[in-house]
Nanobody, 126 residues
Framework: QVQLVESGGGLAQPGGSLRLSCVFS????????IAWFRQAPGKEREGVSC????????YYSASVKDRFTISRDDSKNTVYLQMDSLNTEDTAVYYC???????????????????WGQGTQVTVSS
């Protein structure tokens, strides 16, 4: 059973930063994807960023590119999402998710991900 535990959410000021952490366990696949999604009230869940274990390639949605950075620490089984230059539109519940080796990884299709964390609230407000 794959488990993902998120932390690091909270309140930030516009222009501020937060770092989210996703500690995962139980992944037996040699090649898999860890992604961050977010969902604001009344809106569709959208992909934010993802990283492939196969080649360590990373992908970002247009709305966060150049502001967010995804990384991983294999020794800690942890994936991070460093969020800089936050704005109010970044307010959402952020979820960590795990999928297999995805053919269309950049589509950020939630159906491609079989395991999800509980979500962590990020609020950006002045």
């Amino acid at each position: 059973q794959v488990q993902l535990v998120e932390s690091g959410g909270g309140l930030a000021q516009p222009g501020g930063s937060l770092r989210l952490s996703c500690v995962f366990s139980g992944i037996t696949l040699d090649y898999y994807t860890i992604a961050w999604f977010r969902q604001a009230p009344g809106k569709e869940r959208e992909g934010v960023s993802c990283i492939s274990s196969a080649d360590r390639s990373t992908y970002y949605s247009a709305s966060v590119k150049d502001r967010f950075t995804i990384s991983r620490d294999d020794s800690k089984n942890t994936v991070y999402l460093q969020m800089d230059s936050l704005n109010t539109e970044d307010t959402a519940v952020y979820y960590c998710a795990q999928g297999g080796l995805l053919m269309k990884i950049e589509e950020f299709n939630p159906d491609d991900y079989t395991s999800w964390g509980q979500g962590t609230q990020v609020t950006v407000s002045s």
